[in-house]
């Protein structure tokens, strides 16, 4: 998860090329992440199965 996640920051990066100061770059960085979580969350998925007793 965590790898697909920094090829994600990668590819969105390379769109850019260059960034005009740091906070710029953690603005679009963020908000990748966050919509990242927010499909996670979002997911019907399970990640962890508890077992019931």
């Known amino acids: 998860m965590l790898e697909r996640l920094n090829q994600e ?3 969105r990066e390379k769109v ?3 960034f005009p100061n740091v ?3 953690n603005r679009l960085m963020g908000a990748l992440l966050m919509n990242s979580k927010e ?3 979002s997911s ?3 990640y962890i199965h ?3 007793k």
Request: glycine fraction near 0%; aromatic fraction near 12%.
């Open 9 to 11: 920051v990668r590819r």
């Open 16 to 18: 850019v090329r260059i």
């Open 23 to 25: 906070a710029s770059a």
């Open 39 to 41: 499909d996670w969350i």
């Open 44 to 46: 019907r998925r399970k």
């Open 50 to 52: 508890f077992e019931e």
